[in-house]
């Protein structure tokens, strides 16, 4: 089946793009979505949907203050938005300037510190700081929350604290996986008072999350590279949760990228499911990889994607004509998507990184992709 961009687009009203966080963490909405129906309820309802032996895996990704202002070494302004540091005093990053940057032009930073252009790898630049030193350490002194476009308010304070998950410890991340947004530390020990297991992994959302599809035919488009790492201790609750009958909860695309991506590309989870009875069950636990994974990830996720590991995805509304769109919509299913979209729109959710939550559950396997 040809999928193209326009299964994924919407009309929103600019009036829905939240602007601002809600006043605590929890005090969202929720839109609970099924097949045939939704549900408008608040965030904290998410309780009422879980069972013992449930298992939420979290991304623990930390948003760097990614984004610097400066100048080239000509006078003109440039601005700079880092989207990996791959060694201590290298970094790949999108840079911003009346003319691009040739290699070995000198660049000046928040008039603090030097970079040197060393090249160009597909759309992103390759920066040398000029005195050695510390990507991360720089950042933190100097740069900026890299807020998405659709937020129209230079980043302050209030969004250097909101703009982060209450877990968030592994710096690398230049956009913040939004569907933890919602949790504080609280609500976290009230799901496992109820039972439910916790796991981390670690998927470093890029730029790239927000970089249009420029393709019609969406076959043809290259998804961009983002890091991730599993733990083995993920590896192994994941596989315990299965195999005892809890359902595996995605705490944002971010989360499920890494889960399925990991299961796709390093073969870590087998599949109970598709096997038979208890002892296939055993022997499938036994079999698989108990050690960490990590790589890079391209993992294009399409209506016809066969899901692997994830049963339930709570996640926030997303842009249209997306690839996240795209991801949800093989999720749950386009025509599900379509509907529980509309729906948002009629009741006035809030939208994209500081809006509202939505829970889907994952469509079954043999369902129509198409609407």
Same mark, same amino acid.
């Given at each position: 089946?040809?999928?193209?961009?326009?299964?994924?687009?919407?009309?929103?009203?600019?009036?829905?793009?939240?602007?601002?966080?809600?006043?605590?963490?929890?005090?969202?909405?929720?839109?609970?979505?099924?097949?045939?129906?939704?549900?408008?309820?608040?965030? #904290?309802?998410?309780?009422?949907? %879980?069972?013992?032996?449930?298992?939420?895996?979290?991304?623990?990704?930390? %948003?760097?203050?990614?984004?610097?202002?400066?100048?080239?070494?000509?006078?003109?302004?440039?601005?700079?938005?880092? &989207?990996?540091?791959?060694?201590?005093?290298? +970094?790949?990053?999108?840079?911003?300037?009346?003319?691009?940057?040739? +290699?070995?032009?000198?660049?000046?930073?928040?008039?603090?510190?030097?970079?040197?252009?060393?090249?160009?790898?597909?759309?992103?630049?390759?920066? /040398?700081?000029?005195?050695?030193?510390?990507?991360?350490?720089?950042? &933190?002194?100097?740069?900026?929350?890299?807020?998405?476009?659709?937020?129209?308010?230079?980043?302050?304070?209030?969004?250097?604290?909101?703009?982060? #998950?209450?877990?968030?410890?592994?710096? !690398?991340?230049?956009?913040?996986?939004?569907? !933890?947004?919602?949790?504080? =530390?609280?609500?976290?020990?009230?799901?496992?008072?109820?039972?439910? =297991?916790?796991?981390?992994?670690?998927?470093?959302?890029?730029?790239?999350?927000? =970089?249009?599809?420029?393709? #019609?035919?969406?076959?043809?488009?290259?998804?961009?590279?983002?890091?991730? =790492?599993?733990?083995? &201790?993920?590896?192994?609750?994941?596989?315990?949760?299965?195999?005892?009958?809890?359902?595996?909860?995605? %705490?944002?695309?971010?989360?499920?990228?890494?889960?399925?991506?990991?299961?796709?590309?390093?073969?870590?989870?087998?599949?109970?499911?598709?096997?038979?009875?208890?002892?296939?069950? &055993?022997?499938?636990?036994?079999?698989?990889?108990?050690?960490?994974?990590?790589?890079?990830?391209?993992?294009?996720?399409?209506?016809?994607?066969?899901?692997?590991?994830?049963?339930?995805?709570?996640?926030?509304?997303?842009?249209?004509?997306?690839?996240?769109?795209?991801?949800?919509?093989?999720?749950?299913?386009?025509?599900?998507?379509?509907?529980?979209?509309?729906?948002?729109?009629?009741?006035?959710?809030?939208?994209?990184?500081?809006?509202?939550?939505?829970?889907?559950? /994952?469509?079954?396997?043999?369902?129509?992709?198409?609407?």
């Amino acid at each position: 089946m040809t999928l193209s961009l326009d299964d994924f687009d919407y009309a929103l009203p600019e009036a829905l793009i939240a602007q601002h966080p809600s006043a605590e963490r929890t005090a969202s909405r929720l839109l609970r979505v099924q097949t045939d129906a939704q549900y408008d309820e608040i965030f #904290t309802d998410l309780l009422h949907q %879980v069972r013992p032996g449930d298992l939420f895996v979290f991304n623990d990704t930390r %948003v760097i203050r990614a984004r610097l202002r400066g100048r080239r070494d000509s006078g003109g302004a440039i601005e700079v938005l880092i &989207e990996r540091v791959i060694a201590g005093d290298e +970094a790949l990053a999108h840079v911003r300037a009346s003319h691009a940057p040739r +290699a070995g032009t000198r660049l000046r930073l928040d008039d603090a510190f030097e970079v040197d252009v060393l090249g160009r790898t597909d759309d992103l630049y390759r920066l /040398r700081l000029a005195d050695g030193g510390d990507w991360y350490s720089l950042l &933190e002194r100097h740069g900026s929350i890299p807020l998405p476009p659709y937020i129209t308010h230079p980043a302050g304070e209030t969004d250097a604290g909101r703009y982060q #998950t209450v877990y968030a410890r592994a710096p !690398g991340a230049v956009a913040a996986p939004t569907a !933890g947004l919602h949790f504080d =530390q609280d609500f976290i020990a009230r799901l496992r008072g109820l039972g439910v =297991q916790t796991a981390w992994v670690t998927l470093h959302v890029g730029a790239g999350t927000f =970089q249009p599809v420029r393709v #019609t035919d969406i076959a043809d488009h290259r998804m961009h590279a983002e890091r991730y =790492q599993i733990p083995a &201790e993920t590896v192994a609750a994941v596989r315990t949760a299965r195999l005892l009958g809890g359902r595996i909860w995605a %705490v944002g695309t971010t989360s499920l990228r890494a889960l399925e991506a990991a299961a796709v590309e390093a073969d870590a989870f087998a599949d109970p499911r598709s096997q038979s009875g208890p002892e296939a069950d &055993e022997a499938s636990h036994h079999r698989a990889p108990q050690c960490a994974i990590e790589g890079d990830t391209r993992l294009f996720i399409t209506p016809g994607y066969r899901f692997r590991v994830v049963d339930r995805l709570l996640t926030n509304f997303h842009l249209p004509r997306s690839t996240l769109m795209m991801l949800v919509s093989a999720f749950a299913g386009m025509a599900t998507i379509r509907r529980a979209y509309a729906h948002a729109i009629g009741e006035r959710y809030r939208f994209f990184s500081y809006g509202d939550a939505m829970l889907l559950e /994952r469509s079954p396997p043999d369902a129509e992709p198409a609407p």
